[in-house]
């Protein structure tokens, strides 16, 4: 596997791995993973956007993202992971997460390895003092990833999505990206 800064090139391969991805979401053994109804299985066309516009926006914009993919030996996508803005400008130091890996491919220490891509990068940039993510509260193995990388859940917004007539949560989880900055916050 490697683990590659995407461009424009790879969006196309990029967006159809996010649909392929979008027909596990909530199905047979696997739990929701994104907001969206389990009989929707393309991506929204405002997502497909927000990528093409932030893989080159400059970190000031409000559009700014950062997206890695993992391939496999093939050139397969198997997994990504993004960075981006909250989009207020008064937050700027914060900044979301989001990443997926393809069912065939988890158990294996794809996301941890690219969990760690994220945190690296922001570890290298000093303009980002917090990596924050939002995470379905019942994708069980997505929590225990990220408390396995160093992440704290912080609350819980019960009740936050109505999809397909069931009452979902959603989990808030962060990271201080540098330990510095972590003890001048928690005084530990």
């Not at 927000?50 to 397969?76: H, N």
Request: net charge negative; glycine share 6%.
């Amino acid at each position: 596997m490697n683990i590659v800064l995407a461009n424009h090139a790879d969006l196309p391969p990029f967006l159809e791995y996010l649909e392929r991805q979008l027909q596990d979401n909530g199905t047979q053994q696997t739990p929701l993973f994104q907001p969206l109804s389990r009989s929707q299985n393309t991506l929204p066309p405002e997502t497909r956007e927000k990528f093409q516009k932030g893989i080159d926006a400059e970190y000031e914009s409000a559009d700014w993202r950062k997206l890695w993919l993992a391939k496999s030996i093939a050139g397969q996508i198997i997994g990504h992971v993004d960075l981006r803005h909250y989009g207020d400008e008064l937050c700027r130091h914060r900044v979301l997460l989001g990443m997926g890996v393809d069912h065939k491919n988890r158990q294996q220490g794809v996301g941890t390895q690219l969990v760690h891509m994220a945190l690296n990068f922001c570890h290298d940039n000093q303009w980002i003092d917090w990596l924050d993510l939002q995470v379905l509260s019942d994708n069980l193995p997505a929590k225990q990833l990220y408390l396995r990388c160093g992440f704290v859940i912080i609350g819980e917004i019960a009740d936050y999505y109505r999809i397909d007539g069931e009452s979902v949560s959603e989990t808030l989880m962060t990271q201080a990206t540098d330990i510095k900055r972590l003890v001048l916050t928690t005084g530990k």
